[in-house]
């Protein structure tokens, strides 16, 4: 993949997608091809519908991992990602195009999009968990929103998912209670 802008690690934005799209399995809205695209993977646009349907599955299969890393520790996290790593068939080359600098992809371009997608995935979390840990993982505080977030502030301070919806009315809510508090 591409970088879509330099500010942004390629890591973290690998991560953001996949849990975008883990998030959005079960709604009616599902746009792997858009979504894949918007974020940098420069072959979503020509990947076969048959390559797109199979990234599908794998990322049900990959669902319930990414969705239980919010309540993993890293030792936990650990362990599970490696039962995964394990059947990841990856062929790693410092690629360097787009004039974002040198960079390693894990699949040749020849690769299987889907094939592509899911290693770059599966690396971005397990670089993830040397770095950071699984402490970066979260989930929405909204009540009744069980969507997940990647929390890259720098003093992680997130609580909501990426919708504003969330945030407001939680915080409505709040104002809520703390007004009958007052009463
Ligand atoms: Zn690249
Ligand atoms: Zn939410």
């Known amino acids: 993949m591409q970088l879509v802008s330099p500010s942004q690690s390629e890591i973290q934005v690998t991560i953001e997608v996949a849990i975008g799209l883990v998030n959005d399995l079960g709604a009616d809205h599902l746009e792997v091809r858009t979504t894949l695209d918007e974020a940098g993977f420069s072959r979503a646009t020509t990947a076969s519908a048959a390559s797109i349907a199979r990234l599908e599955t794998s990322l049900s299969e990959l669902s319930p991992l990414i969705s239980a890393l919010p309540d993993l520790d890293t030792?936990?996290?650990?362990?599970l990602l490696n039962e995964e790593l394990t059947e990841l068939a990856i062929s790693p080359s410092i690629a360097d195009h787009d004039g974002v600098g040198p960079h390693?992809?894990?699949?040749?371009?020849t690769a299987p999009f889907d094939r592509q997608v899911?290693?770059?995935?599966?690396?971005?979390?397990?670089?993830e968990l040397c770095d950071n840990g699984?402490?970066?993982f979260g989930r929405c505080g909204a009540e009744d929103c069980q969507r997940l977030f990647y929390d890259g502030t720098r003093n992680r301070s997130r609580r909501f998912c990426d919708d504003?919806?969330?945030?407001?009315?939680t915080h409505t809510a709040d104002h809520r209670a703390r007004l009958k508090k007052a009463e």
């Open 75 to 79: 030792e936990q996290a650990r362990v």
């Open 118 to 127: 899911i290693a770059d995935i599966l690396m971005a979390i397990a670089q």
């Open 104 to 109: 390693l992809h894990w699949s040749p371009s």
């Open 134 to 136: 699984t402490i970066r």
């Open 164 to 169: 504003s919806r969330c945030a407001s009315r």
